[in-house]
């Protein structure tokens, strides 16, 4: 007993001691968003936030209505993956493949227990969508403009020598020289914060610009998040939410299959714009099918083209000369690569990519990012050169049977 109370006195009882200096100074320094990150990742065996955490959070639901099912292309039943990219799929924990090519599906699979039913986190490729609103709401009136100073509906700012000339589109562009520091595995940082704190308005908003705007493209969830509280505010005297204007404008337009999910910061105030909708695979796709349709949907014009082009030409003004052009308005762009396209991303490695010139569709979803030996003239992340390298590979397989099957036979045959 002696010796146990020696244990407790000179080590248990000091690492409780720092234990709770440790809480204390995280209280006193607004991080105990901590605590809550550390019971959402690590004491559930994750390292980072993971493609079904939405359980773990307030969500807005975005209502489906009238859901429009895929049509199929006439070769789905007859579609088999390359060795080299299924190997690639089971190595990336992928969840969800699919390939959709002149508007029809052409393949989908599920794997690790997912299916076509299944909610995961789009983390960044929410950023697409949060453009596409606040480009609507341009449209619908509610913002004047997208060069509209952030200062008419962030007035936290109007003090601020840099964020005076800032503007509604430098903010999707992330050209903003707003102060932020993108990272999802240190758990003291502003994302962090922003995805586990309680109070994402001001977190947001407390942070300053540093820098003049409409210089060098940094990529930035504080950005997108600045945009979404200005969306927000433009709503808001209209009667809407994000959410119920995505359900209204594009959800329900679009004929998606199910409900979405978009996860609330911690105080229920306002959505978490630069990721965290909740969604299907193919649900997902459909925006990828919009932006490839130039905003048109059966008929509809959903969203103008000329705002379309805005989103997916790359902003050669944020990027040096000789450095690849690789983002444009919340899509990353690789226009230049010998396969071109442009592409909805996001952590973990979740993919909708557009192949402009194949009039197709790639949607990826899984559990981590693809790390293969990089494709030769693609300029992004080295496992969407091998997808869409792959998939054309398939789809010239399918040409090339089209035009054998097709060709006249001779007279003899």
Request: hydrophobic share 40%.
């Amino acid at each position: 007993m002696a010796i146990l109370r020696m244990l407790f006195k000179w080590i248990v009882r000091p690492i409780i001691g720092l234990l709770v200096v440790m809480s204390l100074g995280l209280v006193v320094t607004g991080n105990a968003y901590i605590f809550r990150g550390i019971q959402l990742t690590y004491f559930k065996g994750e390292t980072t936030a993971n493609i079904d955490d939405y359980k773990d959070f307030d969500n807005r639901i975005i209502s489906t209505k009238g859901p429009i099912e895929w049509g199929k292309d006439t070769n789905f039943s007859n579609i088999s993956l390359t060795p080299t990219l299924q190997n690639a799929l089971d190595t990336d924990q992928t969840v969800a493949f699919a390939i959709i090519k002149d508007g029809k599906l052409l393949y989908e699979n599920y794997w690790q227990g997912y299916s076509g039913d299944s909610h995961t986190n789009s983390f960044s490729m929410a950023k697409t969508v949060t453009t596409m609103l606040y480009l609507k709401a341009v449209e619908d009136g509610y913002i004047s403009s997208i060069d509209d100073p952030i200062t008419k509906l962030l007035p936290e700012y109007a003090d601020s020598e840099y964020a005076q000339n800032c503007t509604l589109a430098d903010l999707s562009a992330m050209t903003s020289g707003y102060d932020w520091t993108e990272d999802y595995y240190f758990p003291v940082n502003p994302t962090a914060k922003s995805y586990y704190g309680n109070d994402l308005v001001k977190h947001i908003t407390s942070r300053p610009f540093v820098e003049q705007c409409g210089g060098q493209f940094d990529y930035s969830s504080g950005d997108t998040q600045l945009l979404g509280i200005a969306l927000s505010r433009a709503l808001e005297a209209h009667g809407y939410t994000i959410s119920s204007y995505l359900e209204g404008k594009f959800w329900q337009p679009l004929g998606m299959k199910g409900d979405a999910y978009w996860s609330l910061d911690g105080s229920q105030n306002i959505e978490k714009v630069y990721c965290c909708l909740n969604a299907s695979a193919l649900d997902f796709a459909k925006f990828g099918q919009l932006l490839l349709n130039g905003g048109e949907w059966q008929g509809e014009q959903l969203l103008s083209k000329a705002h379309v082009d805005f989103m997916v030409t790359p902003n050669a003004a944020a990027f040096t000369e000789g450095q690849a052009q690789i983002y444009g308005h919340s899509v990353w762009t690789d226009m230049d690569s010998p396969i071109p396209f442009y592409a909805m991303l996001g952590h973990l490695g979740q993919r909708v990519l557009v192949l402009p010139e194949e009039n197709a569709i790639i949607v990826r979803l899984g559990k981590q990012k693809g790390l293969p030996t990089p494709v030769a003239g693609f300029h992004l992340e080295p496992d969407l050169g091998q997808y869409v390298t792959e998939v054309k590979a398939i789809l010239d397989s399918l040409a090339d049977l089209d035009d054998l099957e097709g060709s006249p036979k001779l007279a003899n045959e």
